[in-house]
Structure formats: structure tokens, C-alpha cells
T-cell receptor, first 112, second 114 residues
Framework: KNQVEQSPQSLIILEGKNCTLQ??????????LRWYKQDTGRGPVSLTIMTFSENTKSNGRYTATLDADTKQSSLHITASQLSDSASYICVVGGSNDYKLSFGAGTTVTVRA | DTGVSQNPRHKITKRGQNVTFRCDPISEHNRLYWYRQTLGQGPEFLTY????????KSRLLSDRFSAERPKGSFSTLEIQRTEQGDSAMYLCASSLSISPYEQYFGPGTRLTVT
């Protein structure tokens, strides 16, 4: 059972435009939520991490939000660049501090 | 480069052969994790070590899979009698036990079983 659902599965945007990715989770109890960026053929790289008490976290042009009540998170990419083309994975940590629940990812393609 | 490294980056093997992958974690990290990722999916947990002790194994880790971390530093993942279904990206990550949320991933080993 997949406890982390991401949408959309993929999207295409023009360079310079903004986009928002969604993540819904059912992991309980909830400990923390991370967004990772994964370039094709590479390992995931952490963008942001939030605990249940945090509502928003920014990392440059990436801004993540978290609503622990509705169990939803979003990742907003501002002024997209060609290098933003990648898969963005939502990862939720629960009661086990080592076991993470991964979403399937949203593939973002930025076109010139 | 002081990040997590994995070797080889790519491996093509014939069905039935054995393969072994290596992961070198960030030097001060005492936890090491192995994940498997298939196309279009997020990584799936396989197993993890704290120092040299293997503390958890997923049901995904069949009898053909074995992982070791003999000196609490690098780790190896061996797959015996490979099957086509083993084709995937095998990711290694490491962290400190005091901050297990902060898992740093390696570049992965892409396995193709023909």
C-alpha cells in the first residue's frame, strides 16, 4: 500500500514559469517530510525537510509547504530553469526513524 | 568528493549470474541503507546497517540477496542467480544515527539483467 501519493505524475513547463507539485500522505504517526530532486540516472538530493511544526521551508527557488492536519504538502518551483528538469520525490518519515515512505515522484520537464 | 559513492555505476549481466555492488558512505556516518528503485517509482527500502550490524531487512530482500558491512564502513550488496526482475537502480544512502532523517544518497548502480 502506497502511503505517499504525488500529483501530477509529470508536467511540462516553459522556462521562467512557476509550477506546484502536490504530495498527499497517510503515514501515521508522522515525523517529517522531505522533498528530493532526482536527476535522471542519479541519486536523490535533498531539497527541504520539514517536521510537523513547520508550515513552510524554502531553498532558493524551491518552497515547500506542509499542512499536517490535512496531510498534504506542496513544492513550488519559481522561475523555472532548464536545470530544474528532474523527478521530484516526496518522502515521509514515520515512527521508525530509519524507514521512509517514498512517493513515485513527479517528473518535471522545463522547455526553452 | 566526500559524498556517498557507489560502484559500479552500471552493470549488465546475464540471467543466472551473480553480481556484487559496493557502497562507500560518508565517512562519519554510522548508518547505511540500501534501496531499490524501478522506473517511474520511488525507492523501496531493502535493508540498513548501524555500524556493522544489519538491523532490518525488507521482505523484498529474497534469499538471493545478501548485504554486508564487515567493518562498519563500506557495504556490499550481492545478488545471486540474477533474474530479469532484478533489473533496477540500486541506491545506497547513509546518515548519522542521531539524525536519521538526513539520508544522503549515492548516485546508484543501474543493473540490467538480460
Amino acid at each position: 500500500k502506497n502511503q505517499v501519493e504525488q500529483s501530477p505524475q509529470s508536467l511540462i513547463i516553459l522556462e521562467g514559469k512557476n509550477c506546484t507539485l502536490q504530495c498527499n500522505y497517510t503515514v501515521s504517526p508522522f515525523s517529517n517530510l522531505r522533498w528530493y530532486k532526482q536527476d535522471t540516472g542519479r541519486g536523490p538530493v535533498s531539497l527541504t525537510i520539514m517536521t510537523f511544526s513547520e508550515n513552510t521551508k524554502s531553498n532558493g527557488r524551491y518552497t515547500a509547504t506542509l499542512d499536517a492536519d490535512t496531510k498534504q504538502s506542496s513544492l513550488h518551483i519559481t522561475a523555472s530553469q532548464l536545470s530544474d528538469s528532474a523527478s521530484y520525490i516526496c518522502v515521509v518519515g514515520g515512527s521508525n526513524d530509519y524507514k521512509l515512505s517514498f512517493g513515485a515522484g513527479t517528473t518535471v520537464t522545463v522547455r526553452a | 568528493d566526500t559524498g556517498v559513492s557507489q560502484n559500479p555505476r552500471h552493470k549488465i549481466t546475464k540471467r543466472g549470474q551473480n553480481v556484487t555492488f559496493r557502497c562507500d558512505p560518508i565517512s562519519e556516518h554510522n548508518r547505511l541503507y540500501w534501496y531499490r528503485q524501478t522506473l517511474g517509482q520511488g525507492p523501496e527500502f531493502l535493508t540498513y546497517f548501524q555500524n556493522e550490524a544489519q538491523l532490518e531487512k525488507s521482505r523484498l530482500l529474497s534469499d538471493r540477496f545478501s548485504a554486508e558491512r564487515p567493518k562498519g564502513s563500506f557495504s556490499t550488496l550481492e545478488i545471486q542467480r540474477t533474474e530479469q526482475g532484478d533489473s533496477a537502480m540500486y541506491l545506497c544512502a547513509s546518515s548519522l544515527s542521531i539524525s536519521p532523517y538526513e539520508q544522503y544518497f549515492g548516485p546508484g548502480t543501474r543493473l540490467t539483467v538480460t
